[in-house]
């Protein structure tokens, strides 16, 4: 996921944390707000608990759009980082990473190699979706499927009405030759196949999957 390189200068983002108290995740937040945590035990055989806490609207507050990663360490405040963020913690590093959708990484990486997802907090959008699939795991590979249409369909009629605006441009037209698009559809489908895809992005960042062609990057 993570360069050496990368790895290294998103480290450098890390600043210490203020202390303060981890807010509970409320009922309206499904949608705002990312809450994963990862039980670990420290070198003097002690249990902590590390919450990682993304706030989306702070995107608004950055300046390339990708808001910052919260870390908690027993309820309060330990560090935080602009995204993507790896966190140093117990034995290896929390890594998150973040797309417009939502998250496509909350995970915890050994020094060893080893990899998990971090728990999903069972109110955020991540434990609702976490939690659909393990009392009802063929609703949700059904609803999986769907959402991939729901990218995949409008894609593809978007893709050759692209082609033709792009190849209307004088200077690609004279070098390229122009495309005419089998498919002309008026704006409000296009917007509404716009919005379903997008609600088909969502659905899989709920689930922390990510693909660079379906969902474009981060």
């Not at 809450?35 to 590390?50: C, E, I, K």
Request: hydrophobic share 40%; proline share 6%.
């Amino acid at each position: 996921m993570f360069t050496k390189r990368s790895r290294s200068k998103a480290m450098q983002r890390v600043k210490p944390g203020n202390g303060r108290p981890l807010k509970d995740f409320r009922w309206w937040q499904p949608l705002s707000r990312a809450l994963f945590y990862l039980p670990l035990t420290n070198n003097d055989d002690q249990q902590g608990v590390f919450a990682v806490d993304v706030p989306y609207w702070e995107r608004l507050l950055t300046d390339d759009g990708k808001g910052k990663a919260h870390l908690y360490l027993n309820g309060k405040h330990y560090a935080q980082s602009k995204l993507p963020a790896v966190f140093p913690v117990t034995g290896g590093t929390i890594e998150v990473v973040s797309t417009v959708f939502g998250l496509r990484r909350c995970h915890y990486v050994t020094s060893e190699g080893g990899v998990r997802q971090l728990i999903p907090d069972e109110r955020s959008a991540e434990g609702r979706r976490a939690r659909l699939g393990r009392k009802h795991p063929g609703l949700s590979r059904w609803i999986g499927y769907i959402s991939l249409i729901m990218i995949l369909v409008p894609m593809v009629l978007a893709i050759p009405q692209i082609m033709d605006q792009i190849t209307r441009v004088p200077e690609i037209a004279e070098r390229f030759g122009t495309f005419n698009s089998p498919i002309a559809l008026p704006v409000w489908l296009n917007m509404l196949l716009g919005l379903c895809a997008a609600t088909g992005s969502v659905e899989r960042a709920t689930r922390l999957r990510w693909n660079m062609l379906l969902d474009g990057s981060s």
